[in-house]
């Protein structure tokens, strides 16, 4: 069974860039599509994007202008960058393997709270 | 984007209910609507997919049923460990969206 664990800085300042890494074990990341979603506190689940282990990327359009997902093959990672984060942007953030050929999302990593603060 | 509604936000039942949340898409999106499980402090468990297909492993007591832009996800008879949260989402367009949620609490 494939397991999924994000990694990352947890307190990120306002206007800075978040990165994320999500490392893939129990599997390999080829041939599947791999995806990145958040839960702010208290509140529901949001698709931030996808990619596939070729490099190809989807993003949610809310968000398309300040995200970046990439894929490292020879590591077994995938990575999220979002650039000038707010507030707003403090959330549980989830890896997470995308079904493929269908857009839902089959395992989940733990998920790692990212809270945006000076 | 296609706007996912559901009801109700929270639903108090007891061990042996049989219950039903509803979802509601702001535009038609055939079947394509997941529902997931969500406990505190965890990740969410695909339950359903293709608004009726039960996911591998998943008790069948839990039902998805619906097309269009309505939708439902049953548990025949609640157990102790299907108290949480529970999701929609649809995978029509490309945002790819979530419901708020719906809490189910222990009557």
């Known amino acids: 069974q494939v397991q999924l664990q994000e990694s990352g800085p947890g307190l990120v300042k306002p206007s800075e860039t978040l990165s994320l890494t999500c490392s893939v074990s129990g599997g390999s990341i080829s041939g599947y599509y791999w995806s990145w979603i958040r839960q702010p506190p208290g509140k529901g689940l949001e698709w931030i994007g996808y990619?596939?282990?070729?490099?190809?990327?989807n993003y949610n359009p809310s968000l398309e202008s300040r995200v970046s997902i990439s894929v490292d093959t020879s590591k077994n990672q995938f990575s999220l960058k979002l650039s000038s984060v707010t507030a707003a942007d403090t959330a549980v953030y989830y890896c997470?393997?995308?079904?493929?050929?269908?857009?839902?999302?089959?395992?989940w990593g733990q998920g790692t709270l990212v809270t945006v603060s000076s | 984007d296609i706007q996912m509604t559901q009801s109700p936000s929270t639903l108090s039942a007891s061990v042996g209910d049989r219950v039903t949340i509803t979802c509601r898409a702001s535009?038609?999106?055939?079947?394509?609507l997941a529902w997931y499980q969500q406990k505190p402090e965890k990740a969410p468990k695909l339950l359903i997919y293709?608004?009726?297909s039960l996911e591998g492993g998943v008790p069948s007591r839990f039902s998805g049923s619906g097309s269009g832009t309505e939708f439902t996800l049953t548990i025949s008879s609640l157990q102790p460990d299907d108290f949480a949260t529970y999701y929609c989402?649809?995978?029509?367009?490309?945002?790819?969206?979530f419901g708020q949620g719906t809490k189910l609490e222990i009557k």
């Open positions: 989402q649809q995978y029509s367009s490309s945002s790819y969206t």
């Open positions: 293709k608004a009726s």
């Open positions: 990619t596939y282990y070729s490099g190809s990327t």
């Open positions: 997470a393997r995308r079904r493929v050929g269908v857009v839902i999302f089959e395992n």
């Open positions: 535009e038609s999106i055939s079947s394509w």
